[in-house]
């Protein structure tokens, strides 16, 4: 019953475009001591763009150091990335924002539209 | 006869395989170009998104799934991305506006928004889809209209979703 009501949802609010998601992601103990991480996911469905640059911020958007897999991640049209980041239990008070921003292509036309999605993280 | 029957019914019935589709159903935000925008160039000094002028004002819609959750921050642009060769000044203007709403919910959407610089910030109070019409009309010359060098000029709208 709950999948069922979860596709007809999914079917009701077709994703488009640049997507991030949770929107309020959770950070916890990763397996090294004092390093803190979080979860998230990355959708495109950007025929435009395949390239999503990562970032952590805090409230005054100052960037905050982290670690991923990914600094500018490949994610193809229509496709899914998770992935993970890692900051440290120092800067946890701080961290406010994981942010994904579009990477335009050079070749694009028209006016362009840079897509920039911030989870906001849960402390 | 009727033995080979079941057998092969049994075999069937063996390789059929249960394909499970899951979906999680959270809330988020999305951003989309709906219509990507076009400079026309009403004279030789401007270039502008304007119809009247020959342009296509770009259209950004956020669809988001949860109400007072979001916030929308768009900002035209003022610079190019690309262009030919630039010897003098370019000034920018520009606007940010409400251009269509799924919910009536959403009808004061540009009145309570805020503005600063080029960026203008949309508390997504609603859910459901929204559309915003950024114009953007770049002239040449600081003021002298000079003529811009012939080429192909391309510029950026930027389309923020920021959880709250």
């Known amino acids: ?123 | 006869m009727k033995k080979i029957l079941l057998a092969c019914l049994i075999a069937g019935t063996a390789n059929a395989a249960e394909i499970p589709i899951e979906g999680t159903v959270q809330s988020q935000c999305l951003i989309n170009t709906d219509k990507p925008g076009v400079y026309g160039s009403p004279n030789a000094y401007t270039l502008s998104t304007t119809p009247a002028d020959g342009g296509v004002v770009p259209i950004v819609r956020y669809d988001v799934t949860l109400a007072d959750a979001y916030t929308a921050r768009i900002t035209y642009p003022t610079d190019f991305s690309s262009s030919p060769s630039l010897s003098d000044s370019v000034t920018w203007t520009g606007s940010v506006t409400v251009d269509e709403v799924s919910s009536v919910d959403m009808a004061d959407y540009q009145t309570d928004s805020t503005t600063y610089d080029q960026t203008r910030e949309y508390v997504l109070s609603a859910t459901g889809a929204t559309w915003f019409a950024v114009s953007s009309t770049a002239t040449y010359g600081g003021g002298s209209n000079k003529a811009f060098p012939g080429g192909t000029y391309r510029a950026v709208v930027v389309a923020e979703c920021i959880a709250n």
Request: hydrophobic share 40%.
């Open chain 1, 1 to 123: 019953m709950h999948r069922k009501l979860a596709l007809l949802l999914l079917l009701a609010f077709p994703a488009y475009g640049h997507q991030m998601v949770p929107s309020h992601p959770v950070l916890k103990q990763s397996h090294v001591s004092g390093i803190l991480k979080t979860e998230l996911e990355l959708f495109n469905k950007r025929k435009d763009v395949e390239y999503y640059e990562l970032g952590v911020f805090d409230a005054d958007w100052n960037p905050i150091p982290f670690v991923s897999a990914y600094k500018v991640a490949h994610v193809r049209y229509l496709g899914h990335l998770k992935f993970d980041v890692y900051i440290r239990q120092d800067d946890k008070d701080r961290a406010e924002y994981v942010c994904s921003k579009s990477k335009l292509r050079g070749d694009s036309t028209g006016t362009l539209l840079a897509s920039r999605i911030c989870s906001k993280l849960q402390q």
